[in-house]
């Protein structure tokens, strides 16, 4: 008689080196599409198309940002799946993501304010506190003293949610931010205006600029991404190679034609669907050992916050000093570029090695920190007996 043999070899469940490519690709992406490459010649026409429908795409990177998100704080924080731990202590959940988060952001946003883009004292203070400006230009809601900031200001609510999800419910915590965000997006929309908008780049006048934030459809792609990570906790003992290949092609298919298809810059359905098949796709693969994830892949995905929070500062400053290029000038933009990607890289590493990492580490000593108070308090207080 043959036993059952599970077909995928159980990886570990604590690396996910798929999803730190993913993530270095996201914010490669990001850098390209700012970096305002543009590619024309009169006797190649596939350079226009590229340019268009490729290059200038690049925006998609902040829906597989926040489809990852979601996925991660699930995966890590709530179901406790990383290390097989349990669900983060709220407290310690907040301190870990604040010491990661925000201050290379607050230094970015400082320097690039100082050198650059000259912010009141207002708007620097709003930036820092990962507020929405105003209510106006959806889905960005003015943008922060480092403009990339915007889509920060929606990681920061999805963590509040969270948190909150954790102090109440625990493991279950997933079934509040689900609650939370219906709420916020369709229930108070529909109360107030009665009507929701589909559109990540409408506006509800009725709203504050943290309201319409919340209403924002794009909020939900951190919800797919939970929710991702939720069914892959539950069934990834299922996957076989067949179905995390078929998994993997419908992901990859999907994502390019979102990228390359008639679709608006900002949905849910068109970008943030695709990015979410495309992540699980590569997850199963790995899982099943069917995809190797090369190191410098995942060396950029590491990189990936400080790519993010740099280049805007290298590409205004190197856009001042050169000016518009005409994209005829093939050469010269592509020159621009590769200067453009170096120093980005370059000045990514020193903010990820001597602001991030140490940020991170303060962060774990912080959390070590409140452990030994509290355990100092149990001890202090002692059994207590009737």
Not at 337 to 358: D, G, M
């Amino acid at each position: 008689m043959h036993r059952h043999r599970p077909c995928c070899v159980n990886r570990s469940s604590s690396s996910l080196l798929s999803i730190q490519a993913l993530r270095g690709f996201a914010a490669l992406y990001v850098v390209v599409y700012h970096s305002g490459l543009a590619l024309a010649h009169a006797d190649i026409p596939a350079l226009a198309w590229l340019t268009t429908h490729v290059i200038k795409r690049g925006h998609v990177g902040v829906d597989v940002f926040f489809v990852i998100s979601g996925f991660i704080i699930a995966w890590v924080a709530i179901l406790g799946q990383g290390q097989g731990k349990a669900p983060e202590p709220p407290g310690e959940f907040l301190v870990k993501r604040a010491f990661r988060l925000a201050p290379p952001y607050w230094l970015m946003s400082v320097l690039h304010a100082t050198w650059l883009n000259p912010v009141s004292t207002g708007v620097l203070l709003t930036s820092f506190a990962f507020m929405p400006q105003a209510n106006v230009d959806a889905p960005y809601f003015g943008y922060p003293a480092l403009y990339v900031g915007w889509s920060l200001n929606y990681e920061v609510f999805f963590y509040a949610l969270c948190a909150m999800g954790l102090a109440l419910f625990g493991r279950r915590a997933l079934a509040l931010v689900a609650l939370a965000l219906f709420t916020t997006t369709v229930i108070v929309p529909f109360w107030h205006s009665g009507g929701v908008q589909r559109n990540p780049e409408a506006l509800y006048d009725w709203a504050t600029p943290l309201q319409a934030m919340a209403a924002n459809p794009l909020v939900l792609e951190f919800l797919l991404g939970a929710g991702l990570a939720w069914l892959y906790a539950k069934h990834r003992h299922r996957l076989t190679p067949t179905f995390a290949r078929v998994l993997m092609a419908v992901g990859v298919a999907t994502f390019v034609m979102s990228v390359a298809g008639p679709v608006p810059k900002f949905d849910l359905l068109g970008r943030g669907l695709p990015a979410g098949l495309l992540l699980i796709g590569m997850v199963a693969m790995e899982h099943c050992g069917e995809l190797r994830v090369p190191r410098v892949a995942v060396w950029l995905g590491e990189l990936s916050y400080a790519l993010y929070l740099v280049h805007p500062s290298v590409i205004e400053a190197t856009h001042r000093l050169v000016g518009v290029l005409s994209p005829e000038w093939i050469g010269t933009q592509l020159m621009l570029f590769a200067v453009n990607f170096a120093l980005t890289l370059a000045l990514a590493v020193l903010l990820h090695r001597y602001v991030e990492q140490p940020s991170i580490a303060m962060g774990r000593r912080t959390i070590d920190w409140m452990r030994a108070r509290r355990h100092a308090w149990r001890i202090r207080l002692g059994p207590q007996k009737p």
